[in-house]
């Protein structure tokens, strides 16, 4: 089946600190998703992107979505202590109305 | 209510017990799924219900009955379970249309099976 390479899997930062992480894909998707997930809660969708290149913005967050169509990137600017929790990306291959694959997440730490 | 919710948050059962799961979505949509979230695996899609009917059996146990009456309420039955099926049981909604379908989580329910 289809696989994400989600990188890194953790990260350990000081609050202000930028973030970035990244997916890739062998096969070329037609959406990306971002997800945040709490401890002891359900992904929360922070980020959709529909077209290839396309850069969105949600708060301090910023998602783009690659040109190649086989990856797609999250930046987390002055990160702060509720940002702390696991971060997956989400892709759906076209001709699927529905089918998601997801990667593994990246833990984020925040460090007051 | 709003969003997805699921009930019960925890719940912890015997191998010869059976117990249900509850989903239900207040967004309007017309897909629900169920997914398995196990430790360090990616989350595992399990049932894709369209409008009621059931488009999607991802080669799971037949210990796990899926059942969706509408399109606002999916339900999960558990039967003879085996501890490796313990883990975070998550539903989510999404409309149905090419192109945008965000899916939507719910809280989901932490299954412990003793």
């Known amino acids: 089946g289809q696989q994400l390479n989600q990188s890194p899997q953790s990260m350990f930062i000081q609050e202000g600190e930028d973030v970035s992480m990244n997916c890739t894909s062998s096969s070329i998707f037609n959406t990306w998703l971002w997800y945040k997930q709490d401890p002891g809660e359900g992904p929360v969708l922070l980020i959709a992107?529909?077209?290839?290149?396309e850069l969105t913005s949600n708060g301090r967050l910023t998602a783009q979505f690659g040109i190649t169509r086989k990856d797609s990137f999250l930046n987390i600017s002055a990160s702060i202590p509720s940002d702390v929790g696991i971060y997956f990306c989400a892709g759906k291959l076209g001709g699927s109305n529905y089918k998601l694959t997801f990667g593994k997440g990246t833990l984020l730490t925040v460090n007051p | 209510e709003t969003g997805v919710t699921q009930t019960p948050r925890h719940l912890v059962m015997g191998m010869t017990n059976k117990k249900s799961l509850k989903c239900e979505q207040h967004?309007?949509?017309?897909?629900m799924y169920w997914y398995k979230q196990s430790a360090k695996k990616p989350l595992e899609l399990m049932f894709v219900?369209?409008?009621?009917?059931?488009?999607e059996n991802n080669s799971v146990p037949s210990r796990f009955s899926p059942e969706c009456p509408n399109s606002s309420h999916l339900f999960l039955h558990l039967h003879t379970l085996q501890p490796e099926d313990s883990a975070l049981y998550l539903c989510?909604?999404?409309?149905?249309?090419?192109?945008?379908?965000?899916?939507?989580f719910g809280p989901g329910t932490r299954l412990t099976v003793l």
């Open positions: 967004l309007g949509h017309n897909a």
């Open positions: 219900y369209n409008f009621k009917e059931q488009t």
């Open positions: 989510a909604s999404s409309g149905w249309r090419e192109g945008r379908n965000e899916q939507f």
């Open positions: 992107l529909y077209k290839a290149g």
